[in-house]
T-cell receptor, first 115, second 111 residues
Framework: DAGITQSPRHKVTETGTPVTLRCHQT?????MYWYRQDPGHGLRLIHY???????DKGEVSDGYSVSRSKTEDFLLTLESATSSQTSVYFC??????????????FGSGTRLTVV | GQNIDQPTEMTATEGAIVQINCTYQ??????LFWYQQHAGEAPTFLSY??LDGLEEKGRFSSFLSRSKGYSYLLLKELQMKDSASYLC????????????WGAGTKLIIKP
């Protein structure tokens, strides 16, 4: 009954190949986010979306693109994967930027390894 | 610039109390969040503070002092299941109200 799912959960890919990660929500939340999490760093925002076809860059957006053609799906694409993009990727959703009673809800994460 | 600082790791004893500190510098403070993250899992929301003072939720409490750029998460009656990383995040008006995250504090509970 998870309101947010990520796929795949694990992926190994080769340097230079494109990779797409999917985030799917059933909560009808407006905001969706892609983060990466690396040891010694906090979660870092890659891109976020505030509605269908409305997206914006985060602090580490270079090498990544996103698309949101439906409310429920937010796709993250690594255009040409590099070893520095080996990371755990989390998708998150929120009903509103200022809805704070519940915070963000995170997906289970995708562990991506670029070899 | 923006900066969130937390201790990297802390150790505490089952049944005891532990306080995890977070200091921050942002251009436009607009709320502070605490999340819990067990190893290999997703972060889960614990608490939110936007005004100075203490917010209590069962065994967990969170405190905020905006003038000092300081917050702490207080965990009482520690249980083994509290072994996790605790993430501090600040919503920053200067970053389109997005969250700026600390690196997290790994809390180890010993019997």
């Amino acid at each position: 009954d998870a309101g947010i799912t990520q796929s795949p959960r694990h992926k190994v890919t080769e340097t230079g190949t494109p990779v797409t990660l999917r985030c799917h929500q059933t909560e009808n939340h407006r905001y969706m986010y892609w983060y990466r999490q690396d040891p010694g760093h906090g979660l870092r925002l890659i891109h976020y979306s505030y509605g269908v076809k409305d997206t914006d860059k985060g602090e580490v957006s270079d090498g990544y693109s996103v698309s949101r053609s439906k409310t429920e799906d937010f796709l993250l694409t690594l255009e040409s994967a590099t070893s520095s993009q080996t990371s755990v990727y989390f998708c998150a959703i929120s009903e509103s930027v200022f809805r704070d009673l519940d915070g963000y809800t995170f997906g289970s994460g995708t562990r991506l390894t670029v070899v | 610039g923006q900066n969130i600082d937390q201790p990297t790791e802390m150790t505490a004893t089952e049944g005891a109390i532990v306080q995890i500190n977070c200091t921050y510098q942002t251009s436009g403070f607009n709320g502070l969040f605490w999340y819990q993250q067990h190893a290999g899992e997703a972060p889960t929301f614990l608490s939110y503070n936007v005004l100075d003072g203490l917010e209590e939720k069962g065994r967990f409490s969170s405190f905020l002092s905006r003038s000092k750029g300081y917050s702490y998460l207080l965990l009482k009656e520690l249980q083994m299941k509290d072994s996790a990383s605790y993430l501090c995040a600040v919503r920053d008006a200067g970053s389109n109200y997005q969250l700026i995250w600390g690196a997290g504090t790994k809390l180890i509970i010993k019997p």
